[in-house]
């Protein structure tokens, strides 16, 4: 005989995990029981949102699901952000809630939430148990789900009675899962090979073609495919926002990152092509600029292990729903020795663009301001080449994903889709929990850091040991950026003040090592301190210059061959510029 | 019906809540749904639900395509008018006097509709037939006054090989 609460935890042994990300109250209590001898190890986090973003860092750093569990009502209200965030990025995760009684639900009960309700568009599945003898099968299901196909969330919430061993209701004799039984789910993996045959000749009679590269291939762990691609059809590459890593910044045929921020030429080269190789990528807006002036020319191949990505935004030539990594091996040979299309005057005109319109920003006069970019530049060049960088949302996730290079794949973990302020420091933790011997950088800013700073606590606590370089602009920055681009330089409520809080005090209050840093000679030695200390977390406070902003851009509504540069290449533009 | 009226038809996991993940998808976007029908299988582990929705074809297609990765819906079809045999089937209460019937029961022989009950003024007539003779049936009574109407909603299946 087992009760619930026991089987949860051991059907969470059986599935392999080592560690989840959560919080005890009312509805779960019965499960946190068994959490004590287990081997699984629990982080206790300051906030449920924390929780949820943990998981998703520990899960992108290590390709292996994350767990988070959270009692009812508000707890699970406070992981919907981190569920939509997994959802919208594809991230493996499982989350366990509490729930009330399974014979209350719906009486507005204490700490009742309709959770599988509000989580339904939040998660890939949801599941709400009622009976505590399907609790294993469950369990398996929601693994299963959540790490096949197109990876991302699943919920499980779990009524407290069948988990309760005071209650009869929870207690059952144990059977172990058996397969899957999901009538409805068959994720297609393997490419049909006809389409394969026509992508391979129509990539390899292209003459001025990009492939563009996709979080998918993180996902499907197909980076080694997608150099190995590349190479064989020297054809040049985008990685997007949640691509970073896949192919190494230092490879000749990477363009960089496309999209709004993107830099000149991977998103000229988009602009360009006559053929784009779309690899688990999705045509987002961020990307694509303004629909209708997006890449005029092109033709579309379409790889996506899911089906409803394939036409939804621009129709492809060739829709190709598979695995990506396979489909990029069958592609590498069913090309094999295919003559390619001579793209030396391709390849020649991006390196002009390159060499035209690099990544670029004004050097701090001295005694001005400290430049973010420089910052993250000296980190970058301060730190393991093979450091894990996370991010928050805003202009220093962008300067972030910019100048840092990337040289290995999961190195770059950031909210994409979703675009969740304070994603930072709890997706370090998880990171750094999952990835022990890595160097964990978060890149915050000062308006992050204020939404989820608080998991500096768990970090302390837990002795994971992450370092956060604070770029305090004083601002929520992007929101000025934008109001100073578009809404004529009137400020509206985007002043935080770089004194208040003092992040320095607040972040010894959370018993990290701190450190700030006012100018460009404290740089170096600031960096170097922090990456020596490996016992507890390390904030670094940058004083940033708040005037920054990011270029290149593409406004708004505009098409990206409106990209705007930064100032001092304007007069490089076609035409002037715009 | 016009053409923006499309019929889709989907086979789920016989489970609680999956007529909300279904539904909500539409809502989602705010596609009003026309009329629905949900029935179990002749294997009860499954469910068939029907739904006619008023929406363009090229956004349809999107939200078949995200109906079909909810993890309970195992199979899913837009039925092609032109090659599937739909019916609805309504039940129609009109105000007439006994010595006004005839009219009425003419009409009910010409639709092949069934009279179910004939109260003190009023008659229960019930008719299942394509939804637009459905319509017109319903047209054609309504000079009479009609005080309740209750329609199932569309079901269809494919036209079988000649
Ligand atoms: C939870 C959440 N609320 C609001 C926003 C809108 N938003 C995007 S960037 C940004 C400013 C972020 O400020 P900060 O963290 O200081 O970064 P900076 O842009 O200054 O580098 C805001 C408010 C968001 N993305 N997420
Ligand atoms: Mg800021």
Known sequence: MTNGGDALIRSLELEGVEIMFGLPGGAILPVYDPIIT????????????????????????????????????????????????????????????????????????????DTTGITMSATKHNFLVSDAADIPQTIHEAFHIATTGRPGPVLVDLPKNIVNPADPSSHFEWVEPTAPDLPGYNPTVEPDLDLIREAAAMISAAKRPVLYAGGGILKARGADALRELAELVGIPVVTTLMARGALPDSHELNLGMPGMHGNYTAVMSMQEA??????????????????????????????????????????????IQADVRLAMEALISAIGS????????????????????????????????????????????????DTIVTSGVGQHQMWASQHWNFEHPYTWINSGGLGTMGFSIPAAIGAKAGMPDRTVWAVDGDGCFQMTAQEL???SMERIPIKVALLNNGYLGMVKQWQEMFYDERYSEVYLSPDLP??????EAMGCHAIRVESPEEVDAAIAEANEVNDRPVVVEFRTDPREKVFPMVAAGATNSELMVDPSQTDKLPGGGH | ?????????????????????????????????????????????????????????????????QLDKLINVVDIRQLDPTTAIQREFMMITVDVAPDDRQPVFDLAEEYVAEVLDTGANDMMISLSDTPARVDEFEERLRPFGISQIQRTGTVGMAKLQP
């Open chain 1, 38 to 113: 287990s081997s699984i190890r629990h982080v206790l986090v300051r906030h449920e949102q924390g929780a949820g973003h943990m998981a998703q860092g520990y899960a992108h750093a290590t390709g292996k699901p994350g767990v988070a569990i959270v009692t009812s009502g508000p707890a699970a209200t406070n992981m919907v952000t981190p569920l939509l965030d997994a959802y919208m990025d594809s991230v493996p995760m499982v989350c366990i809630t509490g729930q009330v009684a399974y014979s209350a639900i719906g009486t507005d009960a204490f700490q009742e939430a």
């Open chain 1, 274 to 319: 006559d053929l784009l190789v779309a690899l688990g990528s999705r045509f987002d807006d961020r990307v694509t600029g303004k629909l209708d002036g997006f890449a005029p020319d092109a033709k579309i191949i379409h790889v996506d292990i899911d089906p409803a990505e394939l036409g939804k935004v621009r129709r492809a030539d060739i829709g």
């Open chain 1, 338 to 385: 295919t003559n390619q299309a001579d793209r030396s005057a391709w390849r020649s005109h991006l390196s002009g663009y390159q060499e035209k319109f690099p990544l670029v920003y004004e050097d701090s006069a001295p005694g001005d301001a400290l430049k973010p970019q420089f910052v993250l530049e000296r980190l970058r060049d301060g730190s393991p080449e």
């Open chain 1, 457 to 459: 606590v768990t970090a």
């Open chain 1, 502 to 507: 003092d992040y320095k005090m607040w972040a």
């Open chain 2, 1 to 65: 019906m016009s053409d923006r009226f499309h019929t889709v038809v989907c086979k789920v996991e016989n489970k609680a809540g999956v007529l909300a993940r279904v539904a909500g998808l539409f809502a989602r976007r705010g596609f009003n749904i026309e009329s629905l029908a949900v029935a179990p299988t002749d294997d009860d582990a499954f469910s068939r639900i029907t739904f006619v929705v008023d929406v363009e074809s090229a956004p349809l297609e999107q939200v078949v395509k």
